[in-house]
């Protein structure tokens, strides 16, 4: 690997040097700008008013990205690796919807160009590359995934078998035409959203719907009480894995210095 | 027991050969895409359309059914227990509508057969049998089902309490036209879902639904609770699975030196 | 104490004997169908139809808690003592507004005699003294009452805030018509409510209000944290109060039979 | 500093002097108040009718607030950095806006005049002051901001996410006329507060709706966990407060035989 190429890998994917830091703040607005213009572009008046300065700031953007992409890709050590990752794939996303735009003006119709420029919102995903430190969180989610996967599918039998009973109480007059319309209504009541935009009319409906709110606002705990349990399980972990030279005993709290257990000397906690 | 019948009933109700993993596979398919047609047709558009399709659809599915509920019967071991356990009687429902809906087509009003279509619905309980990881969660909820329930009584005695005040308040004026309607409205709003079907609309009435949000929003904390410590003792309970080398018996703290069972000196927990 | 008046006390008041537990049974009942009584004839059309019926049974259940109160008072130990006790005059004013109302019902208006009516569903309140297993979920509560007292005092300095900011920025034209008003917007929207009675209508609105809901759906977690540790506390207070009669040490589990510390034999757990 | 100085920095400052006491207590009856006034007059009918009653009132409230202010800096130890305190910066809003309402008078349009009148709310700021105790709550929160602002920032990827997708699925024809709105819907839902204002009309809009609501109603438990098990550690280190006699360092675990801060024998925890 040639000293430039070390030197562009350090600044592009580390965030040791303080060119790699000032990288990163630099492409960590450079996404936010990007993605803040295609909402922007999306409401009208905006879009009818400011269309052509939009577009130019799109292409500016789309040309970093691309620069930024094609760096990547020459600095890499691996770089087969790194286009089939999750993030080579997202930066691709980010640049391919506006090169899509430009190959499709002729022939497509209106709704593909609004589909890709919609897309380009995709470019969001490039700041997960920055969220590092979410992985307390994602391990407790990652350890509770099982549990949580019981939790949906017990809920999914809830919702249909509500779902069809205020289908044949409440019937298509009251709004709940079909039944995957009341396992929706189901989900919007169980989830305590409430939208109001189907609702219950007879008495018996309002009693069944009763029951699922409080059923829904009971069965909450449960994927509380998962993650909870799980988090505070990696909190404590985190907390005491260092063991006493002298007992070998564990459990020490982060700002102990001495062994609670026999009391010698701890080289390092933390 | 016959060698096909101990045979059959390793397919049928065991998992561990490859022959029972296949069933179950087929099995919950059969149940999710029978249960997606039960859904389908009861959207307008689609039974008008595919009617016939889905009608002989029906009749495989439940030919199914009907031959896994008689082999289920056939190679039990105790076919009396079977068919009055949850799972045979699950399994008899999920067959018993489009049977009943062929008797009775002569005689019948729209309602019934409509009421048939949807009871078929309840095929969905079929899967509550490959939900058997669930268990951490049933146990953590019934073991705190007695805590529950005073707190359902306690909400309810809250509600009716409410929705009298409420109604008074109020009054027939501004939707509130009963007190089981004022009920319905304070679960509604102190389970946090908010349809907004019914709203207060005098100064009083908005104070006194403001109070029942926030106690609403403060005692979801109650079941969360619960199920949290509750979960929590489980998962730890589940953690400390080394075994007294006397007494084989599992569930040390992690500090413990001494088996808490029989006394005798512990190895090593952790 | 004569022995009839100490046997009734017995039977009323305790829940020992047989005839105690008859007693508190058919009285439970009697709340719950006077209560039901209630609220059914608030129903326009059922108090119609069965005014009557509704009316001479009204007077049967009142008569039933008119014998209740006048025995109770009568075979108490500390009559006094009774008279002002929380039951007491729950007791009271679940037989107190019926005889209000035939005294006020030559020159009382249509309110007052709607309001007595009403009254009578704090019978409902008679209930509470057979919730007597909630002490745990009422220690928890009545613990961290300091912290949710603070909570809720965080939370109204907040919810004025933004109620002030909202009605800046929306104005009485989209419904914000009073700070007031736009405080109860904000209680409904913090509290993931939601009815949608009132909503932004402008951009930087639902820009706030959006922050709103997500502070809102964030705090819930204070509530629950506080009630969670608290129940933690208390249940694992509730396992681990004994100790050990040779070293005196605690924290053993219910179904430790030996110390877990010193591996004596440990007299009786739980 | 000199004896009245003194004596007036005790009263206005201290709380436990009896005329310190008395001073809170007046002090916070007088915000309570002001804020109420504020509250009160922006609805339009009492502004009309008691104009000039509340003219009057304001003027008194701000009289008071102007004395205690220039009273605590009159008697702080050091003026400077009251001033420029929180508090002190809070003081002096709480009375700002009056003085500048009557300089602008003349040339100000009523859109100020109605600012400023609405600013004065932040008077209730002057209340946080008197939460002090709200130190537990806030530290549990301040330890958990890291954590707080990933799930921040993880859920605004989420929500720019769904919203670009509603926008596509559902279109302006159904209420989201911008991804921007869009993304104040997918807010809306997926904190459950659900207002109802925008809904989703097609059945792929239902259908995804119904997988934010689902997502929701699960993540909720990630702020609850984090916050739980904060407090829970919070909680845990309070209550430990036996002091190493040698040390007199707190913070030891109720299994600790050993000061884990010098090693010290400790006499007894617990």
Redesign the interface.
């Known amino acids: 690997m040639s000293g430039r190429r070390k030197w562009l890998n350090e600044v592009i994917f580390g965030t040791d040097t303080p060119a790699g830091k000032l990288f990163d703040v630099f492409l960590i607005w450079a996404i936010l700008i990007s993605?803040a213009l295609?909402?922007?572009v999306?409401?009208?008046e905006i879009a009818v008013r400011y269309g052509e300065l939009f577009f130019i700031l799109e292409w500016i953007f789309t040309g970093l990205f691309t620069i930024e992409y094609l760096l990547r890709i020459y600095c890499s050590v691996n770089r087969r690796s790194y286009v089939f990752s999750f993030y080579g794939v997202v930066d691709l996303l980010a640049i391919l919807p506006s090169y899509l735009a430009l190959l499709l003006t002729g022939a497509s119709t209106l709704l593909v160009v609004?589909?890709l420029r919609?897309l380009r919102?995709?470019r969001?995903?490039k700041?997960?590359r920055y969220?590092r430190?979410?992985n307390?969180?994602a391990r407790?989610?990652w350890q509770s995934r099982?549990?949580?996967m019981?939790?949906?599918?017990?809920?999914l039998?809830l919702c249909?078998?509500f779902g069809?009973v205020m289908?044949?109480v409440e019937g298509?007059a009251n709004g709940f035409?079909?039944?995957?319309?009341s396992?929706?209504w189901t989900?919007?009541?169980i989830?305590?959203?409430?939208?109001?935009?189907i609702?219950p009319h007879t008495?018996v409906g309002?009693?069944i719907?009763?029951l699922a709110?409080?059923i829904?606002?009971?069965i909450?705990?449960?994927?509380?009480?998962?993650?909870?349990?799980?988090?505070?399980?990696e909190?404590g972990r985190d907390k005491s894995s260092y063991r006493c030279d002298n007992c070998s005993?564990?459990?020490?709290?982060s700002?102990?210095?001495?062994?609670?257990?026999?009391?010698?000397?701890l080289e390092q906690v933390e």
């Open positions: 993605v295609v909402l922007l999306s409401v009208q609004r589909l919609v919102i995709f969001i995903l700041l997960v969220l430190d979410a307390l969180l407790s989610l099982r549990k949580i019981i939790f949906y599918a017990g809920m039998v249909v078998i069809a289908f044949v298509p035409t079909s039944i995957p319309k396992i929706y989900i919007v009541t989830t305590t959203v409430g939208f109001g935009d609702t008495v309002q009693a719907a009763s709110m409080l829904g606002y009971s909450i705990a449960v994927p509380t009480g998962i993650v909870t349990a799980e988090l505070a399980g909190l005993r564990a459990g020490h709290d700002d102990a210095e001495y062994c609670k257990h026999c009391g010698y000397k």
